[in-house]
């Protein structure tokens, strides 16, 4: 079985801070870990992911995630934050030991960006 | 390229209806997964269709059914609508391989009354 966990339902961080975002995940075999980010009525986007590879992937609009095999990880990143970048993002996963390329969502966490 | 498209956006319908949600992929995606999304379940895997089979089905009931066209064109169904179906509705395609990703529609949102 794979899943995926967001233990923070909310982050906060003020304009031009760090923003981290937390994702662990579980899975039988290979990862593929994914993150997305969805606005307002809106459908997802991909910002990045690992495959294989580098541990520090980086992704779209500045946003990079570390892959930490030991503590089964895949963390989000940027290193200043923009208000602009308040929404709401899901972690998910896919391992190639189910049939199919279906993935499993986190619960998703809301990250807000204050001026 | 166009994106993943999705019609209607919106549907409104009664209790007990059915509704038809249509989706069509990103040319020469032939992998189409639906997902059903709502406040307190979140992000939920309903089924995914390649080539016109279905190869994997989330855990939902067998109200909820869909298809895939030779096109790759997908249509998920659902009848006797229940309260509970009220859910934003996502379609996803994507290239075969295990590390690619899925492109979303905008979705449908779908109110049961």
């Known amino acids: 079985a794979q899943s995926v966990a967001q233990p923070e339902d909310q982050v906060n961080v003020a304009e031009g801070n760090p923003l981290t975002v937390k994702c662990t995940y579980s899975v039988s075999g290979n990862p593929y870990l994914f993150w997305y980010v969805q606005y307002p009525n809106r459908g997802l986007q991909f910002l990045l992911k690992?495959?294989?590879?580098?541990?520090l992937v980086k992704g779209s609009y500045g946003f990079e995630a570390e892959f930490n095999k030991s503590q089964t990880s895949f963390h989000l990143k940027k290193p200043s934050a923009l208000v602009s970048d308040s929404a709401l993002y899901f972690c998910?996963?896919?391992?190639?030991?189910?049939?199919?390329?279906?993935?499993?969502f986190g619960k998703g966490t809301s990250l807000l960006v204050t001026p | 390229k166009a994106g993943v498209t999705q019609t209607p956006r919106y549907l409104i319908k009664t209790r007990g209806q059915q509704v038809t949600l249509s989706c069509s992929p990103i040319s020469g995606h032939r992998s189409v997964s639906w997902y059903q999304q709502t406040p307190g379940q979140g992000l939920q895997f309903l089924f995914e269709?390649?080539?016109?089979?279905?190869?994997n089905k989330g855990n939902f009931p067998g109200r909820f059914s869909g298809r895939q066209f030779s096109n790759s064109r997908s249509e998920m169904n659902v009848s006797t609508l229940e309260l509970g179906d009220s859910a934003l509705y996502l379609c996803a395609s994507s290239l075969e391989g295990w590390g690619n990703e899925q492109f979303f529609g905008p979705g449908t949102r779908l109110t049961v009354l």
């Open positions: 690992y495959i294989t590879g580098d541990n």
């Open positions: 998910a996963v896919r391992d190639n030991s189910n049939s199919g390329y279906a993935l499993n």
């Open positions: 269709y390649f080539s016109e089979t279905q190869r």
